[in-house]
C-alpha cells in the first residue's frame, strides 16, 4: 500500500470512525457477545455490522462534500480507494477483536471455555461475509454515491440470508452441514480468508476503475 493510500486511510478513520454511531456498533457487538452468549455469534454480529457499516465514510462523504476536495487533492483516485478499503477493513478487525475478547470473557466468567475451532471457524465466516460486502458495495458506492446507492447497504446481508433461505426450502441446509462438519477447520479457515480476500481485491480493482470515471 502506498504512502499515499495510507495517509488518506487516517484521514478516513479520523472522519467516521470517532462519531458516537460508529462507536455505538461496536458497542453492539460486546452486547450480542454478552446476552447471547453462543461461541462465534458476537464475531459473526461484528461482520454483518461492517458489512451496514460499509456505506458510513460514503455518507461521510457526501454530509461534507469531501468528493469535491478529493477531486482537487494531489491523491489519486486509486490511492484513495486502497484506503478507504484499509479503513473499513480497520474498523472490522477492530470489531472482530472486541468480539473475540468479549466471548472468551463471558465464557471465563460462566465457568467454560469457547473452543478454539469454533471460534476460527467463526472468523472464517465472518472474513468471507466482510470480503462479499465490500466487494459488492465499493464499486457501487464509488461509481455513483450514497445518495442513489444507499440500498447497496443490505445486499450483503439479503445475499447471505437468501442463500440461507434458499438452502433450508429446497431441503439442502442439513446436506450443507453434515458436509462442512467433516471438513478440516484449518480447510474452513483458508477458504473462508480466501473468500474475503478475493472480494476485497475485486472490490478495490473494480472501485478504482469506476472510480477514476466517475466526475466529481
Do not use: C, N
Request: aromatic share 8%; charged share 10%.
Amino acid at each position: 500500500m502506498s504512502a499515499m493510500s495510507v495517509g488518506f486511510a487516517r484521514f478516513d478513520l479520523l472522519s467516521w470512525f470517532p462519531r458516537k454511531q460508529t462507536l455505538l456498533t461496536l458497542a453492539f457487538v460486546v452486547v450480542i457477545g454478552i446476552l447471547l452468549p453462543v461461541p462465534g455469534m458476537a464475531i459473526i454480529a461484528a461482520a454483518v455490522v461492517t458489512s451496514l457499516m460499509v456505506s458510513a465514510p460514503f455518507l461521510g462523504d457526501e454530509q461534507g462534500r469531501l468528493d469535491t476536495l478529493y477531486g482537487v487533492l494531489p491523491v489519486s483516485r486509486a490511492s484513495i480507494v486502497v484506503g478507504r478499503a484499509a479503513s473499513l477493513l480497520t474498523y472490522y478487525l477492530t470489531a472482530a477483536a472486541l468480539a473475540t475478547v468479549t466471548t472468551v470473557v463471558v465464557s471465563a466468567t460462566r465457568g467454560d471455555e469457547p473452543a478454539a475451532d469454533l471460534l476460527l471457524v467463526a472468523h472464517a465466516a465472518a472474513a468471507a461475509i466482510v470480503g462479499i460486502a465490500l466487494g459488492l458495495q465499493m464499486p457501487v458506492f464509488f461509481r455513483i454515491g450514497y445518495s442513489r446507492g444507499r440500498l447497496m447497504a443490505y445486499a450483503p446481508t439479503v445475499v447471505i440470508a437468501g442463500g440461507a433461505w434458499l438452502l433450508q426450502a429446497i431441503g439442502w441446509h442439513t446436506p450443507v452441514l453434515e458436509a462442512f462438519s467433516g471438513v478440516p477447520v484449518t480447510v474452513l479457515l483458508g477458504a473462508g480468508l480466501a473468500v474475503g480476500l478475493a472480494g476485497v481485491i475485486l472490490g478495490v480493482v473494480i472501485s478504482a476503475r469506476l472510480y477514476r470515471t466517475r466526475d466529481l
